[in-house]
């Protein structure tokens, strides 16, 4: 079946370092792709999204990018900082409202 | 503006109860999620509505478990009679346009 799946299961980077975090989908028509932050014992936050009109979004210090070629996704953490040590999801919109959430990237930063 | 709100934000019951699991969702917000989350199968959407219809059911588990929507500010999950393998963290999220947000979602341990 169609799935979104993450490269990289953990991710270990140093405080005030850029963070890269990736995503591959399989399912074309997708049009709508979320990244979310959970933290431990917290519900998955909210970061940044984007539709598949685009291929790059920024945010504060996040930026998204959209490779509908090759089906990826990535996530962009400008000067990591302890505070974002968490569980990074991507999700995409396939059917209808349903989001498929991947698997989980944990990034860990070091001080 | 308040997130999504749930409650009990714990559950501990024993094999064979009922458990009825609650959410408020953002106010204004037209979809609301119900997802379930455990380490083996990862976040996974249980039920979704659209203005309080129940649009996509697929992935809810069994006949054990039910969700209502009575009007826009309020939703349950039900489980009847619970299992421990009913055992995982339950999400609620709502949505308008972008999204959803979720809320810190509801650990429910069945003995």
Redesign the interface.
Known sequence: GESVGLHLPTLSVQEGDNSIINCAYSNSASDYF?W?KQESG?????II?IRSNMDKRQGQRVTVLLNKTVKHLSLQIAATQPGDSAVY?CAEKTS??????G??TQLTVNP | DAGVIQSPRHEVTEMGQEVTLRCKPISGHDYLFWYRQTMMRGLELLIYFNNNVPIDDSGMPEDRFSAKMPNASFSTLKIQPSEPRDSAVYFCASSLGQGPYFGPGTRLTVT
């Not at chain 1, 917290?42 to 909210?46: E, N, T």
């Open positions: 979320i979310y917290k519900g998955p936050q909210f999204d999801f209808g409202s349903r989001l498929t959430f698997e989980g």
